[in-house]
């Protein structure tokens, strides 16, 4: 089994273990997002798990998303495989709601606050 | 089959049909940016799709992702499902380089330019 990135591990918590996937808690306030991390070694891309492992990671982010949109009654459920920095392969869903901090843009764009003037 | 979004007509241009997702190039000169759009009726979610059809999209995204890597020598390849603002069901699969312009951040995000000083 790969180790988890120690990025991972200070940036987010344990949930559970699904057969492909360590299933783990972003520290994020701002939208309840997850991510999931298959158990191998040495994979940065969903193409180089074997087709069993596809079919399997594909299972787990369906059961994920669904867990997701019922629990917090979520809007939409975006799925992401990005990885540019940490490269282990690891996949975020991530529960949308329009009243959330970045809607509808994706999540990894910070819109700019509207500061009120005081006087 | 679904008829394909009115924005995405406007913005991608088709490029061929696999079993289960139309393939289309998307019009923008950053990035080399394909979409995959399932042809099923009224899909906005993953988990909406039937067991074989998310086995097939997985086989779709994979077959994309290698073509992506190996056609643009791609660095990293990153698959996004976000439809906050088109609903119908696609799949972003961008091909990003250590020199793109938001390297090695997401797309979605455009970062400032540091303009240079002339005097």
Redesign the interface.
């Known amino acids: 089994m790969e180790k988890i990135s120690k990025s991972f591990l200070k940036d987010s918590y344990f949930i559970t273990e699904l057969n492909l996937c360590t299933i783990r808690l972003v520290n994020n306030c701002k939208f309840p997002w997850i991510i999931l991390i298959p158990k191998r070694k040495k994979i ?4 180089q798990l074997n087709k069993k492992d ?2 399997l ?3 787990e ?2 059961y994920i ?2 867990k997701m ?1 019922k629990i917090f009654n979520a809007f ?10 940490v ?1 282990q392969l690891h996949i975020h869903i991530i529960a ?1 709601s329009k009243k959330d901090s970045s ?4 999540v ?2 910070v819109k700019k606050k509207n500061i009120q003037r005081k006087v």
């Not at 940065?44 to 193409?47: L, V």
């Not at 809607?103 to 994706?106: C, F, G, N, R, T």
């Open positions: 940065t891309d969903i193409f596809q079919n990671l594909m299972e982010i369906v998303s669904k949109k939409n459920i975006n799925v992401e495989k990005i990885g540019n920095i490269s949308r809607w509808p843009l994706s990894w764009v």
